[in-house]
């Protein structure tokens, strides 16, 4: 069957440190993948986006990686902030188009 | 720009009534989504609209659903008749024929049938 896995359980990390979260697929061969965030009571945000080609893709201290042997993505924000807490959504294009499948998506605590 | 709009923001209503929610996709974007999230299922995809046209309704869960488009500026999702299991925060998005990749979401509609 087809699934996308991301950690279930909340990540509470200090701040400064490196957050890493994880999102793993079977049964996908997505074009891109696709990070975003969600604040309760709000619709999700897009992030960053890469390419099933690309190895790393990076935006100020977000960097995300796609390994289509591994079929995970690896999210890392670097010198996280409180102001990072959040759920962070990872999403496939499982279809023709734009079509998305979302992950279940992981929380992320920054403690001061 | 104003963001894609949704209404209601929060919609209560009993078993057995119709339910009918509403996006405003930013001026511009040929694609329109309609999203729900709920705890158990995380967020999935009911249908999405090129240029106004339904192109995937795979994901609508039965026939009490049905989804417009009649023009580029708005979009109707409505439920009838409304069960308890349909409750759950409903998000419209949408995104440009360029960027086609990026979806802009809606702040939802959280559904409440009693």
């Not at chain 1, 969600?38 to 995300?64: A, M, S, T």
């Not at chain 2, 795979?58 to 439920?79: H, Q, V, W």
Request: charged share 20%; with cysteine; aromatic share 10%.
């Amino acid at each position: 069957s087809q699934k996308i896995e991301q950690n279930s359980e909340a990540l509470n990390i200090q701040e400064g440190k490196t957050a890493t979260l994880t999102c793993n697929y079977t049964n996908y061969s997505p074009a891109y993948l696709q990070w975003y965030r969600q604040d309760p009571g709000r619709g999700p945000v897009f992030l960053l986006l890469i390419r099933e080609n690309e190895k790393e893709k990076r935006k100020e201290r977000l960097k995300v990686t796609f390994d289509t042997t591994l079929k995970q993505s690896l999210f890392h924000i670097t010198a996280s902030q409180p102001a990072d807490s959040a759920t962070y959504l990872c999403a496939l294009n499982t279809g023709g188009g734009n079509k998305l499948t979302f992950g279940t998506g992981t929380q992320l605590k920054v403690e001061l | 720009d104003a963001g894609v709009i949704q209404s209601p923001r929060h919609e209560v209503t009993e078993m057995g009534q119709e339910v009918t929610l509403r996006c405003k996709p930013i001026s511009g974007h040929d694609y329109l989504f309609w999203y729900r999230q709920t705890m158990m299922r995380g967020l999935e995809l009911l249908i999405y609209f090129n240029n106004n046209v339904p192109i995937d309704d795979s994901g609508m869960p039965e026939d009490r659903f049905s989804a417009k488009m009649p023009n580029a500026s708005f979009s109707t999702l409505k439920i009838q008749p409304s069960e308890p299991r349909d409750s759950a925060v409903y998000f419209c998005a949408s995104s440009t024929g360029t960027d086609q990749e990026t979806q802009y979401f809606g702040p939802g509609t959280r559904l409440l049938v009693l």
